[in-house]
Nanobody
């Protein structure tokens, strides 16, 4: 079992930056694919970014590419999401997720097949 806990959300002005953290406990994070999703009010959960543990590949959703950076420090069992040039449409609850086995569709289609989830952290971007 892996427990995930997000932190770092808050209120930020459009154009600003924020860094989210996801702390993993229970098992070492270096054997898990870890990533981020978000869910805006009234909308479905959507994929943001993922970091594969086996080969280090990283994937981003088109709407955050070039603005967000996912990284991980496996020595600290922590994953990060650096969010730059934030827009009002980035407002959402951000969730971290993890899974031991890599199935791309699990990440690209809302995450329903993923094993572990945090409770989320709210990011509000004011315009």
């Amino acid at each position: 079992q892996v427990q995930l806990a997000e932190s770092g959300g808050g209120l930020v002005q459009a154009g600003g930056s924020l860094r989210l953290s996801c702390a993993a406990s229970g098992r070492p994070s270096n054997n898990y694919n870890m990533g981020w999703f978000r869910q805006a009010p009234g909308k479905e959960r959507e994929f943001v970014a993922v970091s594969k543990w086996s080969d280090g590949l990283i994937y981003y959703a088109d709407y955050v590419k070039g603005r967000f950076i996912i990284s991980r420090d496996d020595a600290k069992n922590t994953m990060y999401l650096q969010m730059n040039s934030l827009k009002a449409e980035d407002t959402a609850v951000y969730y971290c997720a993890a899974a031991q086995f890599w199935i791309y569709n699990d990440w690209s289609t809302g995450g329903s097949g993923l094993s572990y989830w945090g409770k989320g952290t709210l990011v509000t971007v004011s315009s």
